[in-house]
């Protein structure tokens, strides 16, 4: 199984970014997808998720109506639309996936996740 993240950079505040997670190889069953991020000296924290039918999404309150998480049409890619951001949105973000045959379920903390992307680099300056 291989996540892929892209999408992140610099960007100055108030300004928008589009991250992208393809998965790979989860054969068998559905995922859900979540996307966390990490900043220096903190914890790995919950951003976003969705469901793997799509139409279940859920938000970490520190980013509601700014972000936006959708899927592709095909499944296998899970986007994060982030609007109006604020330098303490820097961190480096984190695409995740857990195997699921429950549509609609979308796991929030990291330890329900199975796999993880390699992270990508998001940094906003004020």
């Known amino acids: 199984v291989q996540l892929q993240a892209s999408g992140g950079g610099l960007v100055q505040a108030g300004g928008s970014l589009r991250l992208s997670c393809a998965v790979s190889?989860?054969?068998?069953?559905?995922?859900?997808g979540g996307w966390f991020r990490q900043a220096p000296g903190k914890a790995r924290e919950f951003v976003a998720g969705?469901?793997?039918?799509?139409?279940?999404?859920l938000y970490a309150d520190s980013v509601k109506g700014r972000f936006t998480v959708s899927r592709g049409n095909a499944r296998n890619t899970v986007y994060l639309q982030m609007n109006s951001l604020k330098p303490e949105d820097t961190a480096v973000y984190y695409c995740?996936?857990?195997?699921?045959?429950?549509?609609?379920?979308?796991?929030?903390?990291?330890?329900?996740?199975?796999?993880w992307g390699q992270g990508t680099q998001v940094t906003v300056s004020s």
């Open positions: 995740a996936a857990e195997e699921t045959v429950v549509s609609v379920h979308v796991p929030v903390s990291v330890e329900q996740y199975d796999y």
């Open positions: 190889g989860i054969m068998s069953s559905g995922h859900a």
């Open positions: 969705i469901s793997w039918n799509g139409k279940v999404t």
